[in-house]
């Protein structure tokens, strides 16, 4: 006897339905991980906003008094103002932050002066030049530098740079902005070459084939071509490591002389932002205005590193436009 027909039917009809089911579980499952997954990575980008914002709040708010004035006369215009002073403890305090300021900003251009151009030169030439085992082991130990503490790298040069340089130079200070400045760029040297030669390695490959098609060497390829075409992620880096080297604590504070002085020589003993409230803070009076003025000094730490990621993020989005035509 022959099956009837209606039944052949019915029996080929259930696998077909129970795996549309299936695929529809399946698919409704991927959504709901989906949706999941989306809501947990909002959580944590909205939980790690809300903590720095926080933490800006309750400095911003321990330094608040300083802007309508404190009781023994200090203010906010004071804090910015002539004498050009920073002496807290002294019988006729002071608290100008220019002279940290300057100090700040004078270490800190020393130091990018030197890591800037050593650190680009050994991106570009792991990237363009370096044979493919040196590059192996060329980039990790460079990035290994990142990993040291800074207060080793501040020992090092304390002990051992800053009496050569004062030996073979005649240095009058030993300690000084240009010690500091150089064993600050020991600390930003990985920062701008990882970066940097991200950016480098991101480069498509046929921009480097129609450079050398059309006669140009690796040199003339990797300068005129490779090295503009990577601009936006080289700034990047250089604004990283700039953020870098202004927030660096112990470097500085070990060997920059811990002198507020208001002056421009990197031959002079300095002090910085950073190394200010490091040294000051865990002695300072609760609720006096040297502890008022330190907070400021941490607001303002805050507002310089935003203006520089804000001032980054615009040259980036300009040269990308320059170099890619519109985002």
């Given at each position: 006897m022959t099956p009837e027909p209606h039944s052949l039917d019915r029996g080929s009809a259930k696998p077909e339905t129970s795996a549309v089911q299936l695929k529809s579980v399946r698919q409704v499952f991927?959504?709901?991980?989906?949706r999941l997954a989306e809501t947990a990575i909002f959580g944590v980008s909205f939980a790690v906003i809300s903590i720095i914002l926080l933490i800006f709040v309750y400095v911003a708010r321990e330094a608040w008094p300083l802007i309508v004035g404190t009781a023994s006369g200090v203010t906010l215009r004071s804090m910015l103002g002539v004498p050009f002073e920073w002496q807290p403890v002294s019988v006729d305090p002071r608290f100008s932050?220019?002279?940290?300021?300057?100090?700040?900003?004078?270490?800190?251009?020393?130091?990018?002066?030197?890591?800037?151009?050593?650190?680009?030169?050994?991106?570009?030439?792991?990237?363009?030049?370096?044979?493919?085992?040196?590059?192996?082991?060329l980039k990790p130990t460079i990035e290994l530098l990142a990993g040291i503490p800074s207060v080793v790298i501040g020992f090092?040069?304390?002990?051992?740079?800053a009496s050569w340089l004062s030996e073979t130079?005649?240095?009058?200070?030993?300690?000084?902005?240009?010690?500091?400045?150089?064993?600050?760029?020991?600390?930003?040297?990985?920062?701008i070459y990882t970066v940097a030669e991200d950016a480098l390695s991101a480069v498509p490959r046929e921009f480097r084939e129609a450079s050398l098609a059309l006669g140009a060497s690796r040199t003339q390829t990797a300068?005129?071509?490779?090295?503009p075409s990577a601009s936006p992620g080289i700034g990047a880096a250089m604004i990283l490591g700039f953020g870098r080297a202004i927030g660096e604590t112990m470097i500085v504070l070990m060997v920059s002389g811990n002198a507020a002085l208001m002056s421009l020589d990197?031959?002079?003993?300095?002090?910085?932002?950073?190394?200010?409230?490091?040294?000051?803070?865990?002695?300072?009076?609760?609720?006096?205005?040297h502890y008022?003025?330190?907070?400021?000094?941490?607001?303002?730490?805050?507002?310089?590193?935003?203006?520089?990621?804000?001032?980054?993020?615009?040259?980036?989005?300009?040269?990308?436009?320059?170099?890619?035509?519109?985002?």
């Open positions: 991927r959504r709901r991980m989906d932050v220019i002279p940290l300021v300057v100090g700040t900003f004078k270490v800190t251009l020393v130091a990018m002066t030197i890591a800037a151009p050593l650190a680009i030169a050994a991106a570009l030439y792991t990237a363009e030049f370096a044979p493919r085992r040196l590059r192996e082991w090092f040069v304390f002990i051992v740079l130079f005649g240095l009058r200070f030993r300690l000084n902005g240009l010690t500091a400045g150089i064993g600050l760029s020991l600390a930003v040297i990985p920062v300068v005129r071509v490779v090295l990197p031959l002079t003993p300095t002090r910085t932002l950073a190394a200010t409230v490091a040294a000051e803070l865990g002695e300072v009076v609760f609720g006096s205005d008022r003025a330190l907070f400021f000094i941490g607001t303002l730490l805050f507002l310089i590193t935003t203006v520089l990621n804000g001032i980054g993020d615009r040259v980036n989005r300009g040269l990308r436009r320059k170099l890619f035509g519109a985002l």
